[in-house]
């Protein structure tokens, strides 16, 4: 054999053994872990939470460069979420946003409100906040635990969809704050968590009003949505209620009469009407969660809250 091609035999003999010794190195050695959507985004998000805590403690929550940071991180989030939760598409209604404006409530306080990305229709009478499973998971276990917060949070879905702390921070606007009347019984899909509630967005007592919206949660296939509509519904006095109403307006009225007779106004006795407002609105939201499910109406708000559901389920 000449010098030359035995030269190249063994460089070929060589050049085998190499490229065997990669491939069972490629084999034996782990692939590199590709980071979880999700875990990405949750990262992503505590740290601007972090950042703007600290932002806030060094008293420059207000500054220019400040708000330029978390407007950039909020587009960040609204990306990480869009991969997460992958295509959603909902008939009627406008591009998402991200539903945080703020990363904390004060100095010491990370934001209560549900992180999603957020749907309106265009005159906003119909909104929707739509998240991870796990991230509205971890985030209701979180709310359960604030202070002051009532038991119900942490007794299961039904009675948590059934307070208004739920909807205040899981998708309430600037007015005021969803108070639930009834549970609407609708149908879930097989493998799906689908709760509606027909309530009333209030600000201050609201005595005999009667309910406007419904709201909505759904929870299937890894994500969780929240939903508020405007409910077209005719609804009636209701005998029984306006019966467990009328005492409280008695008193309440007889008392603001003395009021205004006042030269100086007594502060204790204004404070007594708005306790009886209150104390009286209780009395008949209660009495109409008991009597709505006999009245006329309450057969098209579950076919309502059911329409609002498949709508949520998305394209």
Not at 64 to 93: D, T
Not at 284 to 301: G, H, I, L, S, V
Request: proline share 7%.
């Amino acid at each position: 054999m000449r010098a030359d091609t035995r030269t190249y035999a063994l460089r070929w003999r060589v050049m085998r053994r190499r490229l065997f010794a990669a491939g069972l190195l490629a084999v034996l050695l782990p692939l590199p872990v590709q980071a979880d959507p999700i875990d990405a985004y949750v990262a992503a998000r505590d740290q601007a939470i972090a950042a703007s805590l600290a932002a806030a403690k060094a008293g420059k929550a207000d500054d220019p460069a400040v708000q330029k940071q978390e407007e950039a991180s909020a587009a960040e989030l609204a990306r990480l979420l869009s991969v997460a939760l992958g295509p959603l598409a909902f008939e009627g209604m406008g591009p998402p946003r991200y539903s945080l404006g703020t990363f904390a409530e004060d100095a010491a306080t990370p934001t209560r409100r549900l992180d999603g990305l957020a749907f309106a229709n265009a005159d906003y009478s119909t909104r929707l906040v739509v998240t991870p499973e796990a991230v509205f998971t971890a985030w209701l276990a979180a709310r359960a635990k604030d202070d002051g917060a009532p038991r119900a949070l942490r007794s299961g879905l039904p009675t948590a969809v059934g307070t208004a702390e739920f909807f205040q921070n899981a998708i309430a606007g600037d007015g005021g704050y969803f108070q639930p009347y009834v549970a609407l019984p609708v149908a879930a899909s097989p493998g799906e968590t689908a709760l509606a509630v027909l309530g009333l967005q209030v600000d201050e007592p609201a005595g005999t009003t009667a309910p406007n919206e419904i709201s909505i949660l759904r929870i299937g296939n890894g994500r969780a949505v929240v939903g508020m509509t405007m409910a077209k519904l005719t609804i009636g006095p209701i005998p029984a209620c306006e019966a467990v109403w009328t005492p409280y307006k008695v008193k309440a009225d007889a008392l603001a009469r003395m009021l205004a007779k006042e030269k100086k106004p007594s502060a204790n006795r204004q404070d007594e009407i708005t306790r009886l407002a209150s104390d009286g609105t209780d009395a008949y939201r209660a009495c109409f969660a008991r009597e709505a499910p006999k009245q006329a109406f309450f057969t098209a708000a579950v076919k309502a809250a059911e329409a609002f559901l498949a709508l949520a389920r998305g394209n």
